[in-house]
């Protein structure tokens, strides 16, 4: 993969016991239809998803690549702290899903595990990171992506900051596909904002929403309409 190298030294997943951490791939609408609509109208070269958690749905793009036969590669930007939700424990389970030790998560050794057992240390890339950061440094080592999917704040002024500086990352016929449309508040405000600002279309259903830069991928196309 030769993206890595732009990265990492050696191979993140180099020398990691996944036995520790048992298989758990729950996510929120991580295996949507929409992921294969996209990728087999797309066929991305690059994927930047910005929110993983334990990579269901990054694990998910990697499957439908796969079998695709596409040579893609998934980038992953998390800090792998969870969102605030997760640390005020607002549904059973998220908090615990951190896995704290000392305070400080373990989460991102529950994504590696996964991808591990989902063998795709070839395809998918963690850059743990805040969105922010992340995409500064994406562009300074030069990213472009075909696809972003975009699942992580879910206050409107952060979500917004994420469709801005991922969208400036998107190669010039991408498609930024986003979660929490209509579900979450903050972010269906900031999605709406977005499309009026950039004066693209926006068409979203419960919980996932595509603005797209390509004409040929429209969303209507997408949403199978
Ligand atoms: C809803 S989860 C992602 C779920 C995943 N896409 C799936 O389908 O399984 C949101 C993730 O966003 C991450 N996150 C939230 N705010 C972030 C930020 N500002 N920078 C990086 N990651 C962030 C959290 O750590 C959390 O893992």
Redesign the pocket.
Known sequence: MSLLSKFYETSPYEGFDPSDYPSDLQ????DDPIFRDLIAAIRPKVIV?????????AIHMAGITKELGLDTTIIC???????PE?FLAQQPGWRESLLLQNGFPR?YYTFLSNVIRAGFTDRIIPLAN???N?AVILGSVGIKADLVYI???HEEE?AYRDFQNYWRLLSDDGVLLG?DYISWDGVTKAANRFAVDVQCPIVGKWSKFVISRNPAVRPSIAFGA
Do not use: M, Q, R
Not at 49 to 57: I, N, Y
């Open positions: 996510g929120w609408g991580s998803e910005v929110g993983t958690w334990k990579g269901a749905s930007v998390d800090t792998w702290l969870g969102s997760h989460l805040t969105s922010d992340a699942d992580a704040a952060p979660d």
